[in-house]
């Protein structure tokens, strides 16, 4: 891991205080295991913090928690409104950073990395949330062309009926 991306990793952290110290950690030790396999580095604290602003959900979804506005909850959270809260802007959903739309394929293609599987990558990312996240992470491996050329998702891209014992 680069030290550029250390520093990314702690200033992250930093900008999110209320969630306690252990989960404070779990979530540097997550995001660090996600840049590592990237040597994308342009992803800061402060770029996370914009791209939430102008988020079409998470700008909505902010202010109706600060202000308890349960009604303009946008629709795939409105299940979760009781498990968010804000700390410095940024989203958190069950103590897990919101991941912005804008940012959503940067995290999964890191995820991805060395061409890993949907449950190393959910492994990757369990400290990040965002609608849909098992669904594209199986996904993106299913539809990853190395992946496929290495016949790693045979079975799935298999009718059930015909898969190989
Ligand atoms: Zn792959």
Redesign the pocket.
Do not use: L, P
């Given at each position: 891991m680069s030290d550029n991306a250390r520093v990314v990793v702690k200033d992250v952290v930093a900008s999110q205080n209320g969630v306690g110290t252990t989960d404070g950690e779990k979530l540097a030790e997550s995001l660090a295991k996600v840049l590592q396999v990237t040597e994308q580095t342009d992803i800061t604290a402060a770029k996370w913090l914009k791209e939430t602003n102008s988020d079409p959900e998470l700008s909505i979804l902010r202010p109706a928690i600060i202000d308890g506005k349960e009604k303009e909850v946008p629709l795939n959270y409105k299940l979760l409104k009781d498990e968010i809260s804000i700390d410095m802007g940024l989203v958190f959903v069950s103590g897990k950073l919101a991941v912005p739309k804008s940012l959503k394929e940067w995290v999964i293609q890191a995820a991805?990395g060395d061409?890993l599987a949907p449950q190393k990558m959910e492994k990757l990312t369990e400290l990040v949330y965002w609608p849909g996240k098992s669904k594209d992470l199986k996904e993106k491996?299913r539809s990853?062309l190395?992946?496929v050329q290495a016949g790693?998702n045979l079975h799935t891209m298999l009718p059930t009926t015909e898969k190989i014992n």
């Open positions: 991805h061409h491996a990853c190395t992946c790693k």
